[in-house]
């Protein structure tokens, strides 16, 4: 309450407040709380006047708060002026930057989580987004987590002071982000800090595997086919799905001969081992290209 005042004088300097009253001036009823009391600055202040409490809105004694902020108040034909001295403005000013910048810098210990490696998967430049893969999670959409970046996020590379523009897809990452996280999948928090790694292992593989899956479903799209596979262990949920982009170019035959295949030989239920780009796009469930396909010996 009283920062928002404080904020309002600061930018200001002189405020000329109009009161601009209804035709008819009407009597209201409203309460007077004495148990309201004043804090500024962490120090008690007021300790004579009281707040109105109207419809849900607390009215102050703006003489009594003026002075308690080094303004001058004054009041005429309606017309309420709040001034403030160009030498105590400049010191609230000093005064509220410094507190602005304390804060972006200091972060309560119990509000931080920290994750100590991850993967990064995709940068949104325009967005300012990291989505990483904690360490030791599967690499599935559900378990990645997006991180909004903002002018008080510190990141690093070795150690020295870097931007987004220096981050790069693979690299191992330590994290500090907040524990408030958005219930979308995947889950999104802001980050404090990012500490980036640059090691011979950040270059990604020229492609991944998905071993022994499920063929759910086949679909015919402008661009080609895509196809919905699942894990074993249950291939109906999302949750263990995949949809491979399958062009011209994926190549199919199966593992006991290399007679080529195409896409309109592959049924529901096949179950087929698959090579794909080590990129995948953050749907759900996950898509991405299909380079080779082998159709497994059905049991």
Known sequence: MSKKLLMLLTAMGTLTVTLIASPIVKNVTAQLDPSISFNLNGEKVMADSNALMYNDTLYLPVRALGTELGADIAYKDKVVYISI???KMAQLTEAQKTEMDTKSVEVPAEEVATIESATL???STDS????????????VPTNMIILNLDETTVITVDGKAATLADLSLGME????????????LPPQTAAFTIEAKTTASEALPEFMILEDVQIVEITETPFGHQVLVGKNQNPESPEFQTILNVSEETSIHHEK?????????????MKITVKHAPV????????TAAYEIVILTQQ
């Open 85 to 87: 001295e160009d030498e």
């Open 280 to 287: 995948m796009a953050l749907s759900f469930p996950g898509q």
């Open 121 to 123: 998967k995709d940068i």
């Open 257 to 269: 001969n290399k007679m080529l295949y195409t896409v309109k030989d592959l049924e529901k239920g």
């Open 173 to 184: 990452l330590t994290v500090t982000h907040s524990l408030m996280m958005t219930r979308s």
């Open 128 to 139: 300012k987004q990291l989505t990483i893969l904690p360490a030791g999670a599967q690499d």
